[in-house]
C-alpha cells in the first residue's frame, strides 16, 4: 500500500512557474516509478513525466520538455514538478502516481493516485 498526497498548486499569470510536491508513504514503495498526470478539463487524464526513484531516470511528454522538470529528495520521500514558462492551456489538476510496472506513461497502469492539486495559469 502506498499513500501520496500532493501539495503546491495554485493560480498564477501566463510565463509564471509553480513547484508541486508529492509526499510519498508505504511499504516498498521506492520500487516504483513516480510520476505525474494531469486532467484539462475535457479532456482525460494525460502524462506529463516521470522519474524512477531509486536510479533517477527520468521521462516527460513533449508538449513540457524544456518547461518542466521532474526530481526527488530521497530523504523527504518527496517527488516534485517544477513547473516554469505556464501557458493557460497548462490549467487542470494534477495528480501524482506510483506505477510498479513498466509503462510509467500509461494512466491505466497506475497502482496508486494522489488526491490531485489545482493548477491555474491566466492569460
Known amino acids: 500500500q502506498v499513500q501520496l498526497v500532493e501539495s503546491g498548486g495554485g493560480s498564477v499569470q501566463a510565463g509564471g512557474s509553480l513547484r508541486l510536491s508529492c509526499a510519498a508513504s508505504g511499504r516498498t514503495f521506492s520500487a516504483y516509478i513516480m510520476g505525474w498526470f494531469r486532467q484539462v478539463p475535457g479532456k482525460e487524464r494525460e502524462f506529463v513525466a516521470a522519474i524512477e526513484w531509486s536510479g533517477g531516470s527520468t521521462y516527460s511528454a513533449d508538449f513540457v520538455k524544456g518547461r518542466f522538470t521532474i526530481s526527488r529528495e530521497n530523504a523527504k520521500n518527496t517527488v516534485y514538478l517544477q513547473m516554469n514558462s505556464l501557458k493557460p492551456e497548462d490549467t487542470g489538476v494534477y495528480y501524482c502516481?506510483?506505477?510498479?510496472?513498466?509503462?510509467?506513461?500509461?494512466?491505466?497502469?497506475?497502482?496508486?493516485w494522489g488526491q490531485g492539486t489545482q493548477v491555474t495559469v491566466s492569460s
Open positions: 502516481a506510483a506505477t510498479r510496472g513498466s509503462r510509467w506513461y500509461d494512466r491505466d497502469d497506475v497502482d496508486y
